[in-house]
């Protein structure tokens, strides 16, 4: 009869020894929140130690993520100006292109990912263009898309992620940024995005909520399973590099579905309304920030190679202690 693994658990440097997943700070993206206007370090405030940044308060910020080790940054940008084409998602000197370029300006050692959508920039709060009846164009939204993906990479971003959902737009911003000689710029798709309630923070700190409707449209259906495989695989074929699942721990088994399926690396999104009840949990004194790592682990084990999170700071500090 085998017995329990006791004697592996029964001495701290044993239990390093077989400790079958490990999380480290390479495996982190630090989201970060960019706004047009000078001057302005605010704090979210449903994101707690979260904040805003407009460009000329950037350097402070990015020199400590380097020094806390992080490698890889998400860029959201907040602008000023919102229309129905979201012009400034795809403008040369938009506040996205603009940060961008001032981070690399700042280190070398960041590698800069920037997020493609429109919410934040369409002054209806929807991931694209919208036709004359008020519903989302899928097909038109696809050249705007694609407009904003090529001015990211043009501006100098390493990897684009679009978080869009629309159909095939993986496979139009793969052919527009091989058109224009941006053969070497990764993509990071969000391939299994829910239509999730645990947004909500992160639609405060973007400016992002629809003004009407929602996004069921075009975000998955939570009592999906099986169509999340189906997003994955067409994203895929269509040319990801890299497919994600939005959010993590509320579906910690479509992470571990897509990796028992596809041979591709995956990333999760460790979305804001999880960031904030933890983060709340933790300061109340209800949990100990252990509790920080040991979900973030959870993540990991599940099968995400790569973590989105708010906790990435944090957990760099835990790590070094």
Known sequence: MNKRPRRLRSNPLVRGLVKE????????IY???????????????????VYRFSLDKLEEEINEIVQLGIQYVLIFGIPQHKDNRGSQAYDDEGIVQKAVKKIKSITDKLYVITDVCMCEYTSHGHCGILNEKGDVDNEKSLYYLG???????????????????????????RKELDEWGYTHTPIMSYSAKYASSFYGPFREAAGSAPTFGDRKSYQMDYANSNEALREVALDIEEGADIVMVKPALAYL????????????????????????????AVEQGLLDEKAIIETLLSIKRAGADIIITYFAKDIAKLLKD
Do not use: C, W
């Open 31 to 49: 989201p970060l929140f960019i706004i047009e206007g000078n001057h302005i370090k605010e704090e979210i405030s449903s994101l707690k130690g």
């Open 21 to 28: 997943t490990v999380l480290q700070v390479s495996d982190l």
């Open 147 to 173: 407009q904003v993906a090529l001015s990211h990479a043009k501006a100098g971003a390493d990897m684009i992620a679009p978080s869009d959902m629309m159909d095939g737009r993986v496979g139009y911003m």
């Open 253 to 280: 088994d479509i992470i571990r579905r897509v990796k028992d399926t596809f041979n591709i690396p995956i990333a999760a999104y460790n979305v804001s309304g999880e960031y904030a009840m933890l983060k709340l």
